[in-house]
């Protein structure tokens, strides 16, 4: 942990470990990154909400390393995702040897769609600096463990860092609305609750059917992915449209749409047509679409025992 700082509406965290090898995903297409023999490092960083501590999964994030004045490496980095930290924003970088350097995290305005206390928050751009103390021996001393049963069904548990909001989504439970059914595919879990009416910001009248993507075993946050849901009754389809990306204060980051009503009895297909814009650490290279970049539909009938 490199230190935590605040800008604006903004949260920055700034974290670094030994360099690692990471897949990378475009569309449909996953590619490895390797290792290249200039990197000293993995930088990770964390954006959040200042006020509620909520991950922002889609501010799009650049860094400049600086040291003495001097720009040393700059890049926007990439949306990731890992076992043990979850959504995480990482690359790869060469410094300058032992010394002090001066990282500077850059967020543009989100351009995910906002609803109630978050309507009107995260448009500017900032800037935020956190002072960076890098030593090769320190680096050196970070401890890993190597799984035996890499490969198999599972995951390592989530990291406790105190110093950071964590990037897991709500429990089922307590999402608000009525929870109308859940279903799995290729290591993602889609649990679907429906509103009354749809939150503040959101145009239309009706219900509101949202969509939380998390991973099978730790719950964190499946962003950036295109998702549609169909709706039929009585073999007549009422609807079939593609979700929006939406962060709200109570549903998280989650999938939405306005729909007329959804009934007990009433079929769900969940169709996500692209895989999660997430670069990946090992352990997930070949989940969540990966090296197919494709995922199958979740399909269930309405049930409002399941109401949370």
Known sequence: MVGTTEQGDYGFGLMYSYAHRFWSVNGETTS?????????????????????????????????????SELISQEAIYRMLSQPMGFHYGANFGLDGDGTYDV????????????DLFQDRFEQPVTART????????????????????GSPGAV?????????GSIVPRADVLPGRVVGTGSTDGAVFVTTVLDSPPAGVVGQGQYLAVSARSQYNRMVLPAMSLSAAQTRDGEILSNQRLTRTLDPSLGYHYGAVVDAVQSGDKLTLSPTLQPQTARHEGYETALGGETGAMEDIKFTVNDQQSA
């Open 32 to 68: 490895l990154t390797e290792i290249g023999p200039d990197d000293d490092i993995h930088l990770m960083a964390s954006v959040w909400d200042s006020e509620t501590q909520t991950i922002l999964p889609e501010t799009g994030l650049s860094v400049e390393i600086y040291r003495d």
């Open 104 to 115: 500077r995290l850059s967020v543009g305005g989100l351009s995910t769609r906002r609803t």
């Open 131 to 150: 002072p960076f103390e890098y030593r090769e021996s320190k680096r050196d001393n970070i401890s890993f463990r190597r799984l035996e049963d890499a």
């Open 157 to 165: 548990d989530p990291m406790a860092m105190e110093m950071l909001p």
